[in-house]
Protein backbone atom coordinates (compact mmCIF):
# COMPACT_ATOMS: atom_id res chain seq x y z
CA UNK A 1 0.00 0.00 0.00
CA UNK A 2 2.98 2.45 0.92
CA UNK A 3 4.11 1.68 -2.79
CA UNK A 4 0.87 2.40 -4.32
CA UNK A 5 0.31 5.40 -2.37
CA UNK A 6 4.05 7.18 -3.18
CA UNK A 7 3.30 6.18 -7.17
CA UNK A 8 0.26 7.57 -7.12
CA UNK A 9 1.27 10.94 -5.85
CA UNK A 10 3.99 11.30 -8.51
CA UNK A 11 1.63 9.95 -11.50
CA UNK A 12 -0.64 12.88 -9.77
CA UNK A 13 -2.04 14.62 -12.74
CA UNK A 14 0.29 16.33 -13.17
CA UNK A 15 1.68 14.88 -9.63
CA UNK A 16 2.33 16.46 -6.76
CA UNK A 17 5.05 18.68 -5.91
CA UNK A 18 5.17 20.51 -2.57
CA UNK A 19 6.61 23.90 -2.90
CA UNK A 20 10.02 24.24 -1.31
CA UNK A 21 9.84 27.49 0.57
CA UNK A 22 12.08 29.50 -0.05
CA UNK A 23 13.82 30.77 3.30
CA UNK A 24 13.46 34.16 4.74
CA UNK A 25 15.32 36.32 7.40
CA UNK A 26 13.01 36.97 9.98
CA UNK A 27 13.79 39.13 12.70
CA UNK A 28 11.61 36.53 15.34
CA UNK A 29 9.90 33.50 14.36
CA UNK A 30 6.42 32.85 14.21
CA UNK A 31 4.42 31.59 16.34
CA UNK A 32 3.03 28.46 15.86
CA UNK A 33 -1.06 28.14 15.12
CA UNK A 34 -3.00 27.06 18.07
CA UNK A 35 -3.71 23.33 16.18
CA UNK A 36 0.02 23.05 16.12
CA UNK A 37 0.18 24.66 19.93
CA UNK A 38 -2.10 22.22 21.31
CA UNK A 39 -0.76 19.11 19.43
CA UNK A 40 2.64 20.03 20.93
CA UNK A 41 0.95 20.68 24.38
CA UNK A 42 -0.98 17.45 24.54
CA UNK A 43 1.46 15.01 23.09
CA UNK A 44 5.05 16.26 25.36
CA UNK A 45 6.84 12.76 25.30
CA UNK A 46 9.36 11.51 27.79
CA UNK A 47 12.61 12.72 26.53
CA UNK A 48 15.14 10.31 25.23
CA UNK A 49 18.92 9.79 26.37
CA UNK A 50 21.59 11.66 24.40
CA UNK A 51 22.81 8.02 22.82
CA UNK A 52 19.22 8.15 20.69
CA UNK A 53 19.48 12.13 19.77
CA UNK A 54 20.32 10.73 16.04
CA UNK A 55 17.92 8.10 15.67
CA UNK A 56 14.99 11.31 16.69
CA UNK A 57 17.26 13.77 14.45
CA UNK A 58 16.32 11.35 11.22
CA UNK A 59 12.42 10.99 12.14
CA UNK A 60 10.06 14.06 11.22
CA UNK A 61 6.63 12.02 11.37
CA UNK A 62 5.46 9.95 14.52
CA UNK A 63 2.15 8.21 15.89
CA UNK A 64 0.79 9.74 19.34
CA UNK A 65 -1.14 8.83 22.02
CA UNK A 66 -3.37 11.68 23.69
CA UNK A 67 -2.81 10.60 27.33
CA UNK A 68 -6.57 12.33 28.71
CA UNK A 69 -8.96 10.78 25.75
CA UNK A 70 -6.89 7.21 24.54
CA UNK A 71 -6.80 8.99 20.69
CA UNK A 72 -3.80 8.39 18.54
CA UNK A 73 -2.57 10.91 15.92
CA UNK A 74 -0.43 10.67 13.26
CA UNK A 75 1.97 14.05 13.33
CA UNK A 76 4.03 15.90 11.28
CA UNK A 77 6.99 18.11 12.26
CA UNK A 78 7.88 21.62 11.03
CA UNK A 79 11.78 22.20 11.91
CA UNK A 80 12.97 25.77 12.54
CA UNK A 81 16.56 26.38 11.61
CA UNK A 82 18.61 29.74 12.05
CA UNK A 83 22.39 30.26 10.64
CA UNK A 84 24.90 29.36 13.67
CA UNK A 85 26.13 32.66 13.01
CA UNK A 86 24.91 35.17 15.61
CA UNK A 87 25.31 38.23 13.42
CA UNK A 88 22.70 36.48 11.09
CA UNK A 89 20.67 34.59 13.35
CA UNK A 90 18.21 37.56 13.73
CA UNK A 91 18.25 37.69 9.79
CA UNK A 92 17.51 34.45 8.38
CA UNK A 93 15.06 31.87 8.68
CA UNK A 94 14.41 28.48 7.17
CA UNK A 95 11.49 26.35 8.23
CA UNK A 96 11.33 22.92 6.72
CA UNK A 97 7.51 21.37 7.30
CA UNK A 98 7.37 17.25 7.20
CA UNK A 99 4.21 17.45 4.71
CA UNK A 100 1.97 14.14 4.75
CA UNK A 101 0.10 13.76 1.04
CA UNK A 102 -2.74 12.20 2.93
CA UNK A 103 -4.89 14.48 5.58
CA UNK A 104 -8.09 15.54 7.25
CA UNK A 105 -8.91 19.17 5.73
CA UNK A 106 -7.71 21.17 8.95
CA UNK A 107 -4.38 19.41 8.77
CA UNK A 108 -4.17 21.41 5.36
CA UNK A 109 -6.22 24.38 6.72
CA UNK A 110 -3.32 25.02 9.21
CA UNK A 111 -0.66 24.36 6.60
CA UNK A 112 -2.02 26.87 4.46
CA UNK A 113 -2.44 29.45 7.08
CA UNK A 114 0.68 28.96 8.68
CA UNK A 115 2.65 29.25 6.01
CA UNK A 116 0.59 32.17 4.15
CA UNK A 117 3.17 34.14 2.26
CA UNK A 118 3.79 37.28 4.17
CA UNK A 119 6.35 40.18 2.84
CA UNK A 120 9.17 38.96 3.48
CA UNK A 121 8.65 35.00 2.99
CA UNK A 122 8.88 32.41 0.19
CA UNK A 123 7.36 29.15 0.18
CA UNK A 124 8.84 26.48 -1.75
CA UNK A 125 6.66 23.14 -2.32
CA UNK A 126 7.47 19.83 -3.54
CA UNK A 127 5.40 19.12 -6.58
CA UNK A 128 6.06 16.54 -9.66
CA UNK A 129 4.51 17.78 -12.80
CA UNK A 130 5.47 18.43 -16.39
CA UNK A 131 7.38 21.36 -17.73
CA UNK A 132 4.33 22.88 -19.24
CA UNK A 133 2.54 23.41 -16.30
CA UNK A 134 5.09 25.56 -14.57
CA UNK A 135 6.18 29.09 -15.49
CA UNK A 136 8.89 31.15 -14.66
CA UNK A 137 9.02 33.64 -12.36
CA UNK A 138 10.93 36.88 -11.54
CA UNK A 139 9.13 38.21 -8.94
CA UNK A 140 11.01 39.77 -6.30
CA UNK A 141 14.17 38.76 -7.67
CA UNK A 142 13.17 35.42 -6.99
CA UNK A 143 14.38 33.07 -10.28
CA UNK A 144 12.25 30.51 -9.36
CA UNK A 145 8.94 28.14 -11.39
CA UNK A 146 4.96 28.67 -10.46
CA UNK A 147 2.55 26.34 -10.94
CA UNK A 148 0.04 27.83 -14.21
CA UNK A 149 -2.95 26.11 -13.47
CA UNK A 150 -4.69 24.26 -10.67
CA UNK A 151 -3.94 19.96 -10.72
CA UNK A 152 -5.85 17.21 -9.89
CA UNK A 153 -5.13 14.25 -8.10
CA UNK A 154 -4.93 10.75 -10.03
CA UNK A 155 -8.17 8.82 -9.49
CA UNK A 156 -5.96 6.03 -7.82
CA UNK A 157 -4.67 8.95 -5.33
CA UNK A 158 -8.26 10.16 -4.40
CA UNK A 159 -9.70 6.61 -3.98
CA UNK A 160 -6.73 5.92 -1.34
CA UNK A 161 -7.45 8.99 0.46
CA UNK A 162 -11.43 7.98 0.42
CA UNK A 163 -10.47 4.84 1.45
CA UNK A 164 -9.55 6.10 4.91
CA UNK A 165 -11.24 8.95 5.27
CA UNK A 166 -8.88 11.73 4.47
CA UNK A 167 -8.35 13.90 1.78
CA UNK A 168 -5.45 13.81 -1.12
CA UNK A 169 -3.18 17.05 -0.99
CA UNK A 170 -3.74 18.35 -3.92
CA UNK A 171 -7.74 18.32 -3.38
CA UNK A 172 -7.03 20.16 -0.37
CA UNK A 173 -3.81 22.53 -0.73
CA UNK A 174 -3.40 25.12 -3.57
CA UNK A 175 -0.04 25.37 -4.34
CA UNK A 176 -0.87 28.15 -6.48
CA UNK A 177 -1.15 30.45 -3.61
CA UNK A 178 0.46 33.92 -3.75
CA UNK A 179 4.19 33.60 -2.89
CA UNK A 180 4.41 29.92 -3.31
CA UNK A 181 7.20 28.39 -5.92
CA UNK A 182 7.67 24.91 -6.76
CA UNK A 183 11.09 23.49 -5.90
CA UNK A 184 11.27 20.27 -7.72
CA UNK A 185 12.02 18.22 -10.54
CA UNK A 186 10.00 17.82 -13.27
CA UNK A 187 8.34 15.18 -14.30
CA UNK A 188 10.21 14.38 -17.42
CA UNK A 189 13.54 14.42 -14.95
CA UNK A 190 12.05 12.31 -12.66
CA UNK A 191 11.87 9.91 -15.91
CA UNK A 192 15.28 10.76 -16.45
CA UNK A 193 16.79 9.96 -12.89
CA UNK A 194 15.12 6.61 -12.82
CA UNK A 195 16.60 5.55 -15.81
CA UNK A 196 19.82 6.53 -14.55
CA UNK A 197 19.31 5.41 -11.51
CA UNK A 198 18.35 1.89 -12.95
CA UNK A 199 21.70 2.25 -14.90
CA UNK A 200 23.85 3.44 -11.92
CA UNK A 201 22.43 -0.31 -10.52
CA UNK A 202 23.24 -1.82 -13.50
CA UNK A 203 26.61 -0.38 -13.09
CA UNK A 204 27.18 -2.06 -10.04
CA UNK A 205 26.27 -5.23 -11.10
CA UNK A 206 29.13 -7.07 -9.46
CA UNK A 207 27.48 -6.77 -6.87
CA UNK A 208 23.91 -7.37 -8.00
CA UNK A 209 22.99 -11.05 -6.84
CA UNK A 210 23.64 -10.18 -3.40
CA UNK A 211 22.03 -6.70 -3.60
CA UNK A 212 18.78 -8.10 -5.60
CA UNK A 213 18.23 -10.76 -2.78
CA UNK A 214 18.27 -7.37 -0.30
CA UNK A 215 15.23 -6.87 2.05
CA UNK A 216 11.74 -6.46 0.82
CA UNK A 217 11.57 -3.04 0.88
CA UNK A 218 14.78 -1.66 -0.27
CA UNK A 219 13.71 -3.55 -3.65
CA UNK A 220 10.30 -2.19 -3.27
CA UNK A 221 11.23 1.48 -4.12
CA UNK A 222 11.43 0.28 -7.84
CA UNK A 223 9.12 -2.58 -8.03
CA UNK A 224 5.01 -2.69 -8.27
CA UNK A 225 3.26 -3.59 -5.05
CA UNK A 226 2.61 -7.13 -5.90
CA UNK A 227 6.16 -7.85 -7.11
CA UNK A 228 7.00 -5.97 -4.04
CA UNK A 229 5.51 -8.39 -1.95
CA UNK A 230 6.83 -11.53 -3.16
CA UNK A 231 10.33 -9.90 -2.81
CA UNK A 232 9.31 -9.35 0.23
CA UNK A 233 8.12 -12.71 1.44
CA UNK A 234 10.95 -14.55 -1.03
CA UNK A 235 14.07 -13.05 0.84
CA UNK A 236 12.81 -11.08 4.06
CA UNK A 237 13.27 -7.44 5.19
CA UNK A 238 16.66 -7.72 6.63
CA UNK A 239 18.30 -11.42 4.78
CA UNK A 240 20.82 -8.98 3.21
CA UNK A 241 21.57 -12.10 0.41
CA UNK A 242 22.70 -13.82 3.12
CA UNK A 243 22.76 -17.65 2.44
CA UNK A 244 22.78 -18.99 5.77
CA UNK A 245 20.12 -16.21 6.70
CA UNK A 246 18.08 -17.53 4.22
CA UNK A 247 18.43 -21.15 4.93
CA UNK A 248 17.12 -20.20 8.06
CA UNK A 249 13.90 -18.24 6.34
CA UNK A 250 13.25 -21.25 4.49
CA UNK A 251 13.42 -23.62 7.18
CA UNK A 252 10.66 -21.67 8.45
CA UNK A 253 7.87 -22.83 6.10
CA UNK A 254 8.00 -26.67 7.40
CA UNK A 255 7.10 -26.42 10.52
CA UNK A 256 3.27 -24.47 11.40
CA UNK A 257 2.73 -20.75 11.84
CA UNK A 258 5.70 -19.50 9.68
CA UNK A 259 4.52 -15.70 8.96
CA UNK A 260 5.50 -15.78 13.30
CA UNK A 261 8.78 -17.49 12.61
CA UNK A 262 9.98 -14.99 9.34
CA UNK A 263 8.83 -11.86 11.56
CA UNK A 264 10.51 -12.50 14.62
CA UNK A 265 13.90 -13.25 12.26
CA UNK A 266 13.25 -10.31 10.88
CA UNK A 267 12.87 -8.43 14.06
CA UNK A 268 16.17 -9.82 15.12
CA UNK A 269 17.92 -8.73 12.30
CA UNK A 270 16.45 -5.34 11.70
CA UNK A 271 15.89 -4.51 14.59
CA UNK A 272 11.77 -2.61 15.72
CA UNK A 273 9.25 -2.93 18.27
CA UNK A 274 6.01 -4.00 18.46
CA UNK A 275 3.39 -1.42 17.33
CA UNK A 276 2.09 0.74 19.89
CA UNK A 277 -1.14 0.80 18.01
CA UNK A 278 -1.89 -2.74 17.64
CA UNK A 279 -4.16 -2.76 20.31
CA UNK A 280 -6.15 0.14 19.24
CA UNK A 281 -6.22 -1.62 15.45
CA UNK A 282 -7.85 -5.02 17.08
CA UNK A 283 -10.63 -3.05 19.10
CA UNK A 284 -11.25 -0.85 16.24
CA UNK A 285 -12.18 -3.72 14.20
CA UNK A 286 -13.84 -5.81 17.03
CA UNK A 287 -16.23 -2.58 17.04
CA UNK A 288 -16.60 -2.34 13.47
CA UNK A 289 -14.68 1.08 12.88
CA UNK A 290 -12.45 -0.38 9.92
CA UNK A 291 -11.98 3.28 8.71
CA UNK A 292 -10.10 4.11 12.18
CA UNK A 293 -8.71 0.77 11.46
CA UNK A 294 -7.25 1.35 8.31
CA UNK A 295 -5.89 4.83 9.44
CA UNK A 296 -3.92 3.55 12.09
CA UNK A 297 -2.82 0.95 9.71
CA UNK A 298 -1.82 3.30 6.98
CA UNK A 299 -0.40 6.03 9.55
CA UNK A 300 2.17 2.91 11.14
CA UNK A 301 2.85 2.66 7.43
CA UNK A 302 4.13 6.04 6.91
CA UNK A 303 6.14 6.06 10.08
CA UNK A 304 7.95 2.69 9.55
CA UNK A 305 8.49 3.77 6.43
CA UNK A 306 11.43 6.10 8.24
CA UNK A 307 13.52 3.38 8.88
CA UNK A 308 17.11 3.24 7.61
CA UNK A 309 18.20 -0.03 6.27
CA UNK A 310 16.08 -2.68 4.71
CA UNK A 311 12.86 -2.45 7.27
CA UNK A 312 12.77 0.98 6.09
CA UNK A 313 13.53 2.39 2.41
CA UNK A 314 16.10 0.79 1.86
CA UNK A 315 18.97 2.88 2.06
CA UNK A 316 20.09 6.03 4.31
CA UNK A 317 18.75 8.34 0.98
CA UNK A 318 17.92 7.15 -1.92
CA UNK A 319 19.25 8.27 -4.92
CA UNK A 320 16.05 10.00 -5.98
CA UNK A 321 15.69 11.41 -2.87
CA UNK A 322 18.64 13.05 -2.88
CA UNK A 323 19.02 14.42 -6.52
CA UNK A 324 15.15 15.92 -5.26
CA UNK A 325 16.79 17.68 -1.94
CA UNK A 326 19.23 18.67 -4.09
CA UNK A 327 16.77 20.83 -6.39
CA UNK A 328 14.86 21.89 -3.15
CA UNK A 329 17.87 23.18 -1.53
CA UNK A 330 19.14 25.13 -5.00
CA UNK A 331 15.91 26.70 -4.64
CA UNK A 332 16.05 27.69 -1.00
CA UNK A 333 20.03 29.40 -2.42
CA UNK A 334 18.17 31.05 -4.84
CA UNK A 335 14.85 32.71 -2.57
CA UNK A 336 18.06 33.78 0.03
CA UNK A 337 19.99 35.71 -2.51
CA UNK A 338 16.76 37.83 -2.86
CA UNK A 339 17.07 41.28 -1.32
CA UNK A 340 13.46 41.01 0.24
CA UNK A 341 13.28 37.44 1.00
CA UNK A 342 14.25 36.75 4.73
CA UNK A 343 12.30 33.63 6.10
CA UNK A 344 12.22 30.52 3.28
CA UNK A 345 9.37 27.58 3.78
CA UNK A 346 9.67 24.64 2.34
CA UNK A 347 7.26 22.17 2.35
CA UNK A 348 8.10 18.53 1.44
CA UNK A 349 7.81 15.36 2.53
CA UNK A 350 8.22 13.55 5.70
CA UNK A 351 10.89 11.02 4.09
CA UNK A 352 12.59 14.18 2.16
CA UNK A 353 13.08 15.77 5.50
CA UNK A 354 16.11 13.90 7.46
CA UNK A 355 18.32 14.90 4.31
CA UNK A 356 17.07 18.62 3.93
CA UNK A 357 17.90 19.45 7.78
CA UNK A 358 21.37 17.55 7.11
CA UNK A 359 21.80 19.68 4.21
CA UNK A 360 20.79 23.46 5.50
CA UNK A 361 23.12 22.22 8.45
CA UNK A 362 25.85 21.53 6.43
CA UNK A 363 25.48 23.67 3.07
CA UNK A 364 24.11 26.72 4.70
CA UNK A 365 25.66 26.49 8.65
CA UNK A 366 22.69 26.53 10.21
CA UNK A 367 21.23 24.88 13.15
CA UNK A 368 17.59 23.24 14.62
CA UNK A 369 16.23 25.98 17.19
CA UNK A 370 12.62 24.41 17.20
CA UNK A 371 10.79 21.58 16.34
CA UNK A 372 6.96 22.05 16.14
CA UNK A 373 4.23 18.79 15.97
CA UNK A 374 0.88 19.31 13.58
CA UNK A 375 -1.82 16.31 13.54
CA UNK A 376 -2.10 15.18 9.93
CA UNK A 377 -4.99 13.15 11.38
CA UNK A 378 -6.65 11.68 14.82
CA UNK A 379 -8.42 8.49 15.45
CA UNK A 380 -10.35 7.93 18.71
CA UNK A 381 -10.34 4.09 19.47
CA UNK A 382 -13.08 2.78 21.11
CA UNK A 383 -12.83 3.67 24.97
CA UNK A 384 -13.06 -0.18 26.45
CA UNK A 385 -10.21 -2.76 25.55
CA UNK A 386 -11.77 -5.52 23.05
CA UNK A 387 -11.73 -9.18 24.60
CA UNK A 388 -10.33 -10.39 21.15
CA UNK A 389 -7.19 -8.42 21.96
CA UNK A 390 -6.16 -11.32 24.31
CA UNK A 391 -7.83 -13.55 22.02
CA UNK A 392 -6.20 -13.24 18.82
CA UNK A 393 -3.15 -14.55 19.30
CA UNK A 394 -4.10 -18.30 20.28
CA UNK A 395 -7.02 -17.88 17.59
CA UNK A 396 -4.67 -17.06 14.78
CA UNK A 397 -1.79 -20.08 16.24
CA UNK A 398 -4.79 -22.38 16.39
CA UNK A 399 -6.02 -21.58 12.77
CA UNK A 400 -2.41 -21.31 11.46
CA UNK A 401 -2.11 -25.27 12.89
CA UNK A 402 -4.78 -26.40 11.75
CA UNK A 403 -4.12 -25.24 8.30
CA UNK A 404 -0.78 -26.54 8.60
CA UNK A 405 -1.93 -29.77 9.84
CA UNK A 406 -4.47 -29.93 6.82
CA UNK A 407 -1.77 -28.86 4.13
CA UNK A 408 0.35 -31.67 5.68
CA UNK A 409 -2.48 -34.48 4.87
CA UNK A 410 -3.30 -33.12 1.80
CA UNK A 411 0.26 -33.63 0.24
CA UNK A 412 0.35 -37.19 1.73
CA UNK A 413 -3.15 -38.58 1.31
CA UNK A 414 -3.94 -36.74 -1.90
CA UNK A 415 -1.27 -37.13 -4.39
CA UNK A 416 1.54 -35.84 -6.29
CA UNK A 417 -0.21 -32.84 -8.30
CA UNK A 418 -3.07 -32.14 -5.43
CA UNK A 419 -0.23 -31.90 -2.90
CA UNK A 420 1.92 -29.19 -4.71
CA UNK A 421 -1.24 -27.15 -5.54
CA UNK A 422 -2.61 -27.86 -1.92
CA UNK A 423 1.35 -26.41 -0.95
CA UNK A 424 1.56 -23.86 -3.16
CA UNK A 425 -1.81 -22.18 -2.17
CA UNK A 426 -0.64 -22.40 1.35
CA UNK A 427 2.81 -20.53 1.18
CA UNK A 428 0.39 -17.96 -0.90
CA UNK A 429 -1.78 -17.53 2.20
CA UNK A 430 0.61 -17.18 4.98
CA UNK A 431 3.09 -15.24 2.57
CA UNK A 432 0.20 -12.60 2.00
CA UNK A 433 -0.31 -12.54 6.29
CA UNK A 434 3.81 -12.42 6.48
CA UNK A 435 3.87 -9.12 4.60
CA UNK A 436 0.53 -7.45 5.76
CA UNK A 437 1.43 -8.43 9.32
CA UNK A 438 5.12 -7.21 8.95
CA UNK A 439 3.69 -3.51 8.04
CA UNK A 440 1.39 -3.02 10.89
CA UNK A 441 2.89 -5.28 13.79
CA UNK A 442 6.14 -4.15 14.02
CA UNK A 443 7.50 -0.74 14.14
CA UNK A 444 10.32 -0.58 12.12
CA UNK A 445 11.71 2.74 12.66
CA UNK A 446 11.68 2.62 16.19
CA UNK A 447 13.86 0.11 18.63
CA UNK A 448 12.40 -1.86 21.18
CA UNK A 449 13.30 0.67 24.40
CA UNK A 450 13.02 3.80 22.71
CA UNK A 451 11.05 6.10 24.89
CA UNK A 452 10.38 8.82 21.98
CA UNK A 453 10.20 8.96 18.26
CA UNK A 454 11.54 12.16 16.40
CA UNK A 455 12.92 15.39 17.35
CA UNK A 456 10.54 17.56 19.90
CA UNK A 457 11.14 21.28 21.19
CA UNK A 458 12.51 19.12 24.29
CA UNK A 459 15.68 17.49 22.69
CA UNK A 460 17.19 20.19 20.39
CA UNK A 461 20.67 20.60 21.41
CA UNK A 462 21.15 24.30 20.68
CA UNK A 463 24.72 24.93 19.75
Request: glycine share 6%; with cysteine.
Amino acid sequence: MRARARGALERAEPSARVSRAARRRFPRPRAPSRATSRANDRFRDARDDDDDDDARARQFLRLARDARDGSWALQSATVTLRPRDASARATRTLRVCALVHYGEARYYRGVAKDFETRENDATLVELITSRKHLEASDERGLKLWRLSEALAPTAEARALANAHGLRAQLDALDARARGWYVADVTREELIALRREAGEMTAKTAEETTRNAKRSAVSMGGNLPPALEALAVTAFGRASEGDPARLFARLSCWFVPCPEAHLLLLDWVWAGGRPSEVLGAMVDCCASGDLESARRLAFAQMIVSAQAEGPAGGGSTEPVLVARRNDVAMDGVNKAFKAPEIDTVNLLYGGLHVPGLVRCARERLDMEVVDVAWRDAWRVQPPENASPLRYAIVPLILGIDGTDWAQTLHDAVALGASAGILSTFLYIVRHGALYYALGKWLLEWNRQLFDADVGPSPENVKYR
